[in-house]
């Protein structure tokens, strides 16, 4: 990563002396001059904040990496004393606010509200002064090839801006589904910029349409169950209603995102749930209070991009007066895990303790379709109410793993241990062969989807089977404790019942495939032989023939469940190659 000077020939309009520094229309942005209709193209973004960089020492413009389009990550850096290099990023004791802007592109508005947030802070003194204990770091487009590839039409439903960008990156990926498992490149510069600025609170910008109502901004926070313990007890009791309340003293009406598709609001809808392949869900596997912004498409351009500007300084705002709280449930959110000794791995929602909101909606009908012989959902702007609803916003464990001391990753699974390695999680490798007693679990069952999602075949209701053995691992496995801050990001991805686990991403697909086998009609005297010395099996044999009526009609299966109870069957076979150690 490097910090980046441009020089732009039409930049040079732009006066860098300080009789100009309070001159807020030396960086009027073009959503302002469009009078809200427009929102600016890539280059003209990275411009914009490059020009703030060279006229105020306060911000600092770095590059890491690279994304799928060929083009670096940015990042914007707000800080009092200036930023020079990311080591200092990395070393801030400040409070620490991470936001990201265009992951979906053809939603603009964080891209315009942080421009305009930004430049403000650094041409008032007074907030200046405010913000003097606070880093501020802006990711002004993640998504740079969804933003290049730029048109008119995509976003069906959306009120503004004349054009925009697309929704999937240069490979077509959705971005935020891939914070776990890092298809992208974008995935892997994120990790490094998230990871360096260590951030409190992170904010991530995204417009949406899943009913119509009166509110032109919802948020979502992350799950706070999932979040759990003082963190989560913070973020529902604490952050989400501050951050409600400061919105309101500012006239702008919000409410939690309505996640409804193809019902009403009024009846009621649960809350989101951001397992860690959604950006809030990802941040909170290490710590890291997150929130989406999402505002609604169907509102005016302009309103959108100025009431995500409010959020933005709202939660700075509560940042700053929660700060010293914040900083020491991060430091402490690990020790408490650990002190649960189990790790909740699925959730559901608890449908007995909703929560009662005043909603603002409009009424709704069922009309007869215009373009079909069927029917379609109405929503009616010029009768509109206030109902109070259930928000079912509680959610209760279902599963749950014990946790163990460390885990054992043996070598060669090369694309899990990079991903370990961009999430800063700490491992070492035996210097000698070594032999332990770990817990052994092999895949009992899955299903798969059906249709390709993000690249994958995601796998799902995977259910393992465990076993305590004697395990020889080789010199360069990988020995990974869990008492570290990443544990919860070695949970959710080494337990492969978990949502979003490396297995059910297809990382370990290769175990699902026997590489050995036999011919029958060889292996029929070698059975018979088997059953004969171990008449134990052949009483399991005979008791399943007798109890399963659909084994009983297939010798086929009757013969392979033989086989896998002798030594030729392979060790491989449906065995995953991440271990449990429980004491050492």
Same mark, same amino acid.
């Given at each position: 990563?490097?910090?980046?000077?441009?020089?732009?020939?039409?930049?040079?309009?732009?006066?860098?002396?300080?009789?100009?520094?309070?001159?807020?229309?030396?960086?009027?942005?073009?959503?302002?001059?469009?009078?809200?209709?427009?929102?600016?193209?890539?280059?003209?973004?990275?411009?914009?904040?490059?020009?703030?960089?060279?006229?105020?020492?306060?911000?600092?413009?770095?590059?890491?990496?690279?994304?799928?389009?060929?083009?670096?990550? &940015?990042?914007?850096?707000?800080?009092?004393?200036?930023?020079?290099?990311?080591?200092?990023?990395?070393?801030?004791?400040?409070?620490?606010?991470?936001?990201?802007?265009?992951? &979906?592109?053809?939603?603009?508005?964080?891209?315009?509200?942080?421009?305009?947030?930004?430049?403000?802070?650094?041409?008032?003194?007074?907030?200046?002064?405010?913000?003097?204990?606070?880093?501020?770091?802006?990711?002004?487009?993640?998504?740079?090839?969804?933003?290049?590839?730029?048109?008119?039409?995509?976003?069906?439903?959306?009120?503004?801006?004349?054009?925009?960008?697309?929704?999937?990156?240069?490979?077509?990926?959705?971005?935020?589904?891939?914070?776990?498992? /890092?298809?992208?490149?974008?995935?892997?510069?994120?990790?490094?910029?998230?990871?360096?600025?260590?951030?409190?609170?992170?904010?991530?910008? &995204?417009?949406?349409?899943?009913?119509? !109502?009166?509110?032109?901004?919802?948020?979502?926070?992350?799950?706070?169950?999932?979040?759990?313990?003082?963190?989560?007890?913070?973020?529902?009791?604490?952050?989400?209603?501050?951050?409600?309340?400061?919105? /309101?003293? @500012?006239?702008?009406?919000?409410?939690?995102?309505?996640?409804?598709?193809?019902?009403?609001?009024?009846?009621?809808?649960?809350?989101?749930?951001?397992?860690?392949?959604?950006?809030?869900?990802?941040?909170?596997?290490?710590?890291?209070?997150?929130?989406?912004?999402?505002?609604?498409?169907?509102?005016? !351009?302009?309103?959108?991009?100025?009431?995500? !500007?409010?959020?933005?300084?709202?939660?700075?705002?509560?940042?700053?007066?929660?700060?010293?709280?914040? @900083?020491?449930?991060?430091?402490?959110?690990?020790? /408490?895990?650990?002190?649960? *000794?189990?790790?909740?791995?699925?959730?559901?929602?608890?449908?007995?303790?909703?929560?009662?909101?005043?909603?603002?909606?409009?009424?709704?009908?069922?009309?007869?379709?215009?373009?079909?012989?069927?029917?379609?959902?109405?929503?009616?702007?010029?009768?509109?109410?206030?109902?109070?609803?259930?928000?079912?916003?509680?959610?209760?464990?279902?599963?749950?793993?014990?946790?163990?001391?460390?885990?054992?990753? /043996? *070598?060669?699974?090369?694309?899990?241990?990079?991903?370990?390695?961009?999430?800063?999680?700490?491992?070492?490798?035996?210097?000698?062969?070594?032999?332990?007693?770990?817990?052994? *679990?092999?895949?009992?069952?899955?299903?798969?989807?059906?249709?390709?999602?993000?690249? &994958?075949?995601?796998? !799902?209701?995977?259910?393992?089977?465990?076993?305590?053995?004697?395990?020889?691992?080789?010199?360069?496995?990988?020995?990974?404790?869990?008492?570290?801050?990443?544990?919860?990001?070695?949970?959710?991805?080494?337990?492969?019942?978990?949502?979003?686990?490396?297995?059910?991403?297809?990382?370990?697909?290769?175990?699902?495939? *026997?590489?050995?086998?036999?011919?029958?009609?060889?292996?029929?005297?070698?059975?018979?032989?088997?059953?004969?010395?171990?008449?134990?099996?052949?009483?399991?044999?005979?008791?399943?023939?007798?109890?399963?009526?659909?084994?009983?009609?297939?010798?086929?299966?009757?013969?392979?469940?033989?086989?896998?109870?002798?030594?030729?069957?392979?060790?491989?076979?449906?065995?995953?190659?991440?271990?449990?150690?429980?004491?050492?």
């Amino acid at each position: 990563m490097k910090k980046i000077v441009y020089f732009i020939s039409f930049l040079l309009l732009l006066s860098c002396n300080a009789s100009k520094k309070n001159n807020t229309t030396a960086f009027s942005t073009l959503f302002e001059k469009s009078e809200g209709r427009e929102t600016p193209e890539y280059k003209d973004v990275i411009a914009y904040y490059a020009a703030l960089a060279d006229t105020y020492s306060e911000i600092s413009l770095f590059s890491f990496g690279q994304t799928d389009a060929g083009e670096p990550l &940015h990042l914007v850096v707000y800080n009092a004393e200036g930023i020079y290099n990311v080591n200092e990023i990395r070393d801030s004791k400040k409070n620490t606010l991470l936001i990201n802007n265009g992951i &979906h592109p053809g939603e603009s508005d964080g891209i315009d509200a942080s421009m305009l947030f930004l430049r403000d802070i650094v041409q008032n003194d007074s907030l200046k002064k405010t913000y003097k204990n606070t880093l501020i770091a802006i990711i002004p487009l993640y998504n740079v090839g969804g933003a290049l590839n730029r048109n008119t039409h995509s976003r069906a439903n959306q009120n503004g801006p004349n054009t925009y960008g697309f929704r999937g990156n240069a490979r077509n990926f959705d971005l935020n589904r891939d914070f776990i498992k /890092q298809d992208t490149k974008n995935a892997a510069a994120f990790a490094e910029i998230f990871h360096t600025v260590n951030p409190d609170v992170f904010i991530d910008n &995204h417009v949406s349409n899943g009913a119509d !109502y009166q509110y032109a901004i919802t948020h979502l926070f992350t799950q706070h169950n999932k979040l759990g313990g003082d963190l989560g007890r913070f973020l529902e009791t604490k952050m989400r209603p501050s951050l409600e309340h400061s919105l /309101q003293e @500012k006239g702008i009406d919000i409410t939690p995102y309505v996640n409804v598709w193809g019902t009403t609001p009024e009846a009621g809808w649960s809350q989101f749930y951001d397992s860690p392949r959604y950006s809030t869900g990802y941040t909170t596997l290490f710590n890291t209070f997150g929130m989406m912004v999402e505002t609604h498409m169907l509102k005016p !351009y302009k309103i959108r991009v100025e009431q995500t !500007y409010e959020l933005l300084f709202s939660m700075l705002d509560f940042t700053v007066k929660n700060s010293r709280e914040i @900083k020491t449930l991060r430091e402490n959110a690990v020790a /408490q895990i650990m002190a649960n *000794q189990t790790y909740p791995l699925h959730y559901k929602v608890d449908k007995k303790q909703p929560t009662t909101l005043l909603f603002k909606g409009y009424e709704a009908s069922i009309l007869d379709s215009k373009v079909t012989n069927g029917k379609r959902l109405f929503y009616d702007q010029s009768l509109p109410f206030t109902k109070a609803v259930n928000y079912y916003n509680n959610f209760v464990a279902t599963k749950e793993v014990k946790l163990p001391k460390a885990y054992v990753l /043996q *070598q060669g699974w090369h694309r899990v241990v990079t991903r370990l390695q961009n999430n800063n999680i700490e491992f070492t490798r035996f210097k000698a062969d070594t032999t332990l007693v770990v817990e052994v *679990q092999h895949i009992k069952n899955y299903k798969t989807r059906e249709n390709a999602y993000e690249g &994958h075949y995601l796998h !799902y209701n995977t259910v393992v089977e465990k076993t305590k053995k004697s395990i020889h691992f080789r010199k360069g496995d990988l020995y990974i404790p869990t008492r570290q801050n990443g544990i919860r990001y070695l949970i959710e991805t080494l337990e492969s019942e978990g949502v979003d686990s490396f297995f059910n991403w297809n990382f370990f697909d290769t175990i699902l495939q *026997q590489k050995e086998g036999y011919s029958g009609y060889v292996f029929e005297e070698v059975a018979a032989n088997f059953l004969r010395e171990n008449p134990s099996v052949k009483k399991a044999l005979e008791e399943k023939i007798k109890t399963d009526e659909d084994f009983a009609k297939n010798p086929s299966a009757q013969l392979s469940f033989v086989y896998k109870k002798t030594l030729h069957y392979e060790k491989a076979h449906l065995m995953l190659p991440v271990f449990k150690v429980y004491s050492r």
